[in-house]
């Protein structure tokens, strides 16, 4: 871990810099999969499954009967743990719904917002050594409370070609039956075109490596939109009184065993406390099962310690540094959440873990990376629906307001809009 | 005008495409400039402001005193329509801020959003013939509302490397002061990289032609987010009885006025009332000034007058299509409104004119267009602010929920979650 103490703030700018990606060797990849499956549909996600995923596939799409029976296959605890997260996700989400305001700006003109889902979204479920099947509720609670209802999910075969049946499950708990057991560019192509079994969407979700990532940028220019863009999992944690090094080591880990290239940063004022936590790191490092532990030694290895003295200072360099994840164990929490202006998801205190938000507090973990968090906000309810404007002006709003309107129009050189007023104002 | 009657809903799909772009022979142009700005900083704003803009300028930035002069040039009616329109806009949008709301998911496990401004926001007015004051209206008055706190503005320099004195007004009304004469790609990419005078932002808002919204993508590619994908403008109306053919003709002619390639489409149930409105285009089409009446013809050229006999057709053909604007003149309007699931800005009733919402009835003008009004909302003041979300956990609240953490994060693969979890409720 590189410890730094009291950076100038010169040397912030330096210091905040994730590593660059370098999508540019991508492009030809993707592009040569997205045109062969808006040519060949089926046949080329079959084939590219063969190729890259070395599954040899007869059909994509997983049946009704596998989806139903996963519940069996799966322990009951795990059922009752799911359950719980998916109750807590749900509750906070549902909170987000925003009631519709009917606002008379001028008498006689009455404006509203309405919420309406978007009609056809599809899931990236990204496959690897373990089934990410967390990914499928913070995905889907949101969206079926959205009101969204086609819903598509990909996700790459795993062993024996066959989907987890945890990720069955958790879809199966929200009535998400287009599952389709295919990954990567292949799969992004597939949603971006729709082929014979796949339905096209307009919006795409989920996570995914950096083949994913730069197949949902492609998508992005076709004109299908996308959740955020993607970057390596982050967490900054400040530390400060009451601090306990061990938890935040452990916190810091949770992190650091996602891969390689997680970023973590922990920040405190005080050198005494980042050594505490580097001791605490070594040991609980060693106790980690392989492979995680060397993972995490990588992902260690590019981590920073960094003292500031000055708490404007550390608040600072939050913001500069624009954390996915922030956990604030210092006491006097109030005045980093007052101040703070750019983060994914802020975790409070010493008994709020970030791996609590990845599952169950009922806080969305899908976030802004790489800085995103300056811009973007994490996945909530706003992704799943469009804000339609609506304005309804009688005879007389606009006698109030179409002078305005006519006036403004023309100095703008455009007389049509001017007209538009005009005529129905005439002899009013 | 092509007068379509009751097309199939085989042949909708090729009825509702939009003309493409073509960008790839942008590209090229994009990169150039790009990478000049990156390089040379203001030298580069110079240089292509004289070889594109044909303008010779010494400086960017304009005077704060130019900026308050602005209000001694222009007619006071005008100020006060520009007045009536900030009131309303205003009214409307403030009136979309969200509470916050605190959730309590499981006991002691404390959940809620909270929203935070995007700190550098930039702006982009196009030039061209008219002074789009409107625009700064539509994208100041939310980011104000949201909190921004640094704007930069930048718009071309019109006769005399001046500024439109319209546009100054409007920023002053709202305090905006960081004003720069530069337009096209290389503003774009100023407010991307940042130069010498001009800040980088997080995000850029803002109309353009072709060569804008190329540059747009760019910075989108280089992590700097934009306000929405942008393609011509839009109108469809769904002419209804009671329908007046004359007010639906000046509203169709307030879109084609906008440029040659305005998508105009007039939707209604009798062909009887298509050809009335059809008459009045011709007779309202030649009372327009030139140039607007040549710009009006080529759009009305490209433009679609369609009969379908059922309400259903009426309703799934608009949701196809995605309108950015529509009117409804149907007195049945509720029906539509109900089931309307993809358009940008709705206009109900006869009274209600597009052009009242491009300017003052209080809803946002920046809308999307090229039907992404199936996946994304016209500017509202989501656009200017990102929700963070937080979370505080008791240590019973962790006794609550954890096990289910646990019990996830090991099915998951991530064992060192489940650490995180398991070292703070060790003992308890």
Partial sequence: MKMILNPPRDRWQQI??????????????????????????????????????????????????????????????????INLAKANIQHFHKAQKADKKRIETTSGVVCWQE????????????????????????????????????????????????????????????????????????????????????????????????????????????????DLPAGPSELMVLAGKPAYPAFIAADLLSQAEHGPDSQIVCIAGHKSLLIAVE????????????????????????????RLGLKQDRMDFINAYAPEHLIITDKNASFYIKNLLNAGSVFIGNYTPESAGDYASGTN???????????????????????ITFQKISKQGLAN????????ARAEGLPAHSNAVRIRLNGF
């Fill in 401 to 408: 307001i179409g002078p305005a309107v006519e006036i403004m």
């Fill in 279 to 306: 001791q605490e790191l070594k040991t609980q490092l060693t106790a980690l099962p392989e492979p995680i532990r060397a993972v995490a030694a990588k992902a260690l290895s590019n981590s920073m310690l960094i």
């Fill in 16 to 81: 905040i810099q994730r590593p660059q990606f370098r999508q540019d060797n991508l492009e030809e990849t993707v592009t040569e999969v997205f045109n062969a499956v808006k040519e060949k549909g089926n046949q080329a996600l079959i084939d590219y499954t063969l190729l890259f995923d070395n599954k040899k596939m007869n059909s994509l799409a997983v049946s009704r009967s596998e989806i139903e029976n996963s519940a069996n296959r799966i322990p009951e605890k795990l059922k009752k743990a």
């Fill in 365 to 387: 973990h899908t976030l802004p990376t790489n800085g995103y968090a300056r811009s973007y906000s994490g996945l909530n309810l706003d992704a799943f629906i469009k804000k």
């Fill in 115 to 226: 919420s309406r889902p978007i009609e056809k979204i599809g899931f990236y479920i990204p496959g690897g050594n373990a089934p990410l099947f967390s990914t499928v509720l913070m995905l889907g609670i949101p969206a079926i409370i959205a009101g969204c209802s086609n819903i598509v999910m990909c996700t790459p075969p795993g062993k024996n070609g066959k989907i987890p049946p945890e990720i069955l499950y958790a879809a199966s708990l929200l009535n998400i039956n287009n599952i389709f057991a295919v990954g990567g560019i292949q799969a992004i192509a597939a949603m971006t075109y729709g082929t014979e079994s796949i339905p096209g969407v307009y919006k795409i979700f989920g996570p995914g490596n950096q083949y994913v990532t730069a197949a949902k940028q492609m998508a992005l220019r076709l004109g299908v939109a996308i």
